[in-house]
């Protein structure tokens, strides 16, 4: 009899999980597939997508801007702008930015050592699954390079405004000179 009573027990329990239906599938995800995903093109336009500081000064921080303008049809929010290091500090227009307006994706790089950097910074827009890359690069000289570096710099600029262009009247007198010096034969021709 306690044969029969498991046997009937386990029977009913089998059944009950077999009889367990699936939920019926709700229409989300396809109205979800149907909605083309933005891409960062679509709502956003970098005035830059690389700052060339060009060499620098160890150990003098550098700043650059990025100026993001909103494309889209609807206010534009930058979720994230982050360094992908240690030596690169970053800041971001926090607040929605209307269509057509621009806000900003400051950053600031340390420059403690010396040499070529490249630093990349990624940024994420709401309502994008695309994330952006924005890049600093330069160089970092250390203190004494940088300082020859930019006295050399000054003195080909000086050299360069120390030449003055011709005045109307030395222009002038110059084609007369010219004009008068060729010979009957080249006039023909």
Do not use: W
């Amino acid at each position: 009899m306690k044969k029969l009573l498991f046997s009937l027990a386990v029977i009913a329990c089998a059944s009950t999980v077999f009889a367990q239906t699936a939920p019926a599938p709700t229409t989300a995800p396809a109205a979800v597939a149907a909605t083309p995903k933005l891409t960062q093109a679509d709502v956003a336009k970098f005035n830059t997508q690389i700052i060339d500081f060009g060499k620098i000064k160890q150990s003098v921080p550098a700043k650059g801007t990025f100026i993001v303008t909103n494309i889209g049809k609807t206010p534009l929010i930058i979720e994230q702008a982050n360094p992908t290091c240690g030596c690169t500090i970053s800041d971001y227009t926090k607040a929605p930015i209307a269509i057509g307006q621009t806000g900003v994706i400051n950053a600031t790089y340390n420059a403690a050592n010396a040499g070529h950097f490249e630093k990349h910074l990624t940024v994420k827009f709401a309502g994008v699954d695309e994330i952006k890359s924005i890049v600093l690069t330069g160089e970092v000289l250390p203190a004494a390079d940088f300082d020859a570096y930019t006295a050399r710099q000054k003195a080909i600029s000086d050299s360069i405004a120390a030449i003055k262009p011709l005045t109307k009247k030395q222009k002038r007198a110059a084609a007369k000179a010219a004009a008068a010096s060729e010979t009957p034969a080249a006039k023909t021709n």
